[in-house]
């Protein structure tokens, strides 16, 4: 016959957490972190845009892929390498309206690099940086920064217009403009004559996260524009 063991009597710590469980309902987690400041972690590609005061220019675009990617650190230079082998045609010679691409150059091989539509940026203007840029958001990466310097060197915006302004994409497959939607309520113009065309088009809440920085080129004063639309913040030092 099992026994019962001996009842140790509960500590005073033990008796407090179990005053604080609701036997008829269960406890949110964030109310026992109060003092634990929590941190959201974005799921997506990180850009960041740095310059120093000699004009050495980094642009920088960081994609894991999955969290942790693929959850190896290189030893001795503590940085995780990424996961991007579906960044590489999923299927062989499928090609879909849908926007799935199974052409040749980008197919699985041995020794081969997949795809990337990462584009960190640095324009420069007889040789000196005029505009850093650079963003996260897969296939649309390309046309966000195209966006950003575009407004800067044919548009003559500053560069934190030239971030604030409406974005467009279109990726080929699906055949459709994709364009926020402040491009529809701003200039509706624009799209009206974009459908004349004869494009279709779509409308999304943001495209991009372009932390990017501009440079005056006759003052050489720098002035850093975070992308509104997600987080994040220019700093000086
Ligand atoms: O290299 C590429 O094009 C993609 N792996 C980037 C992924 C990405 O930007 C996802 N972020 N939103």
């Known amino acids: ?48 845009s740095v310059i120093d005061r000699t004009r050495t220019a980094v642009s920088l675009t960081y994609t894991l892929e999955s969290p942790y990617g693929s959850r190896v650190v290189v030893p001795g230079a503590g940085f995780l390498l990424n996961d991007e082998m579906n960044d590489f045609n999923w299927l062989p010679g499928v090609t879909t309206r849908s926007g799935q691409v199974g052409t040749e150059p980008n197919q699985v091989a041995p020794g081969k690099r997949m795809l990337s539509s990462q584009a960190p940026t640095v324009v420069a203007r007889d040789g000196k940086p005029v505009l850093v840029t650079g ?8 046309n966000t920064v195209l966006c950003v310097v575009v407004n800067v060197v044919d ?15 279109h990726e080929w497959f ?35 996260d372009a932390h990017s920085i501009g440079v005056n080129p006759s003052t050489g004063t720098f002035v850093g524009a975070a992308d509104r639309r997600v987080r994040g913040k220019a700093a000086g030092y």
């Open 155 to 169: 548009f003559d915006m500053d560069v934190r217009a030239a971030v604030d302004a409406p974005r467009l994409d």
């Open 1 to 48: 016959m099992a026994r019962a063991l001996p009842r140790s009597k509960p500590t005073p710590r033990a008796r407090g957490l179990a005053r604080g469980i609701d036997p008829a309902k269960a406890t949110p987690s964030e109310e026992l972190a109060q003092d634990v400041p929590l941190r959201g972690e974005g799921e997506h590609t990180t850009h960041l």
């Open 135 to 142: 963003s996260p958001g897969g296939r649309t990466i390309i």
């Open 174 to 208: 699906p055949d459709r403009v994709r364009v926020e939607a402040g491009l529809a309520e701003r200039h509706p113009e624009a799209l009206q004559k974009l459908r004349e065309l004869g494009h279709a088009i779509d409308t999304r809440a943001r495209q991009g």
